[in-house]
């Protein structure tokens, strides 16, 4: 693995090395991060970047094609706006985790901040243990996996996309329901836990499925008119 040490090197010249690593050799293994920000930004090209130790805001931040994997916590927004590959976090990540990702799949081994996938549109988001709140909030496509327990207001105003949780839900946001979990589903969640290897979940769990109540949904033409003639 090429190595990158970040002692002396702005973040620029850690994501240039960065890039020149995965272009040479496939694979970069990064030192001494100490919670910078903004690493691994941009990132779009196949291979594999290890952050040793804890990284800043917005790592991994509009991702293609590459695997992250975090040996340490997340600072805000981790993995937004990702569009494929996948970012893996071995210890727990801030607010914003999966911000408004596409696509790819972003997975936190520990807990994750408030308003974890908000604004998710595609994509997997797997969360070891809790999540904060307003989580899932807007979400529009994709799936979320919680292993753990969820906070206030959690998937509020959802519009599509499959939610689970295998600890309490007890505070769900506007128009989110809980609904009966399905064989596909079940199996779709235990391959996930598998293939990251989320440990401590027990073989008989039994995931609840949110979903939006879908009393959200409607945009009635008449309402936009009568807006329009009160501009």
Not at 47 to 61: I, K, L, M, Q
Not at 108 to 124: A, C
Not at 131 to 155: E, H, K, L, P, W
């Amino acid at each position: 693995m090429a190595p990158v040490d970040c002692n002396e090197l702005s973040t620029r010249e850690i994501n240039l090395a960065i890039k020149e690593g995965l272009t040479n050799d496939g694979e970069v293994i990064v030192q001494n991060t100490n919670s910078r920000h903004n690493l691994g930004v941009g990132l779009d090209q196949p291979g594999r970047v290890v952050f040793e130790g804890s990284v800043g805001y917005y790592c991994g931040g509009m991702l293609k094609q590459c695997n992250i994997e975090i040996h340490g916590n997340a600072g805000w927004s981790v993995a937004s706006d990702m569009q494929s590959g996948t970012v893996v976090v071995h210890g727990n990540s801030s607010a914003a985790a999966g911000a408004a990702m596409r696509g790819g799949s972003l997975i936190v081994h520990g807990n994750s901040g408030p308003r974890t996938g908000i604004s998710q549109k595609g994509g997997t988001i797997v969360i070891g243990k809790n999540v904060d709140y307003m989580s899932g909030f807007v979400m529009q496509r994709g799936i979320m996996v919680v292993c753990g327990n969820t906070g206030q207001a959690f998937a509020d105003s959802v519009y599509e996309g499959n939610l689970y949780v295998l600890g309490t839900a007890n505070d769900l946001g506007n128009d989110a329901i809980i609904t009966e979990i399905n064989q596909v589903d079940q199996q779709k969640i235990d391959e996930l836990l598998s293939k990251f290897k989320i440990k401590n979940i027990p073989d008989d769990a039994i995931f609840k499925k949110i979903v939006s109540g879908k009393k959200l949904y409607n945009f009635d033409k008449k309402d936009f008119k009568l807006w329009r003639v009160a501009l």
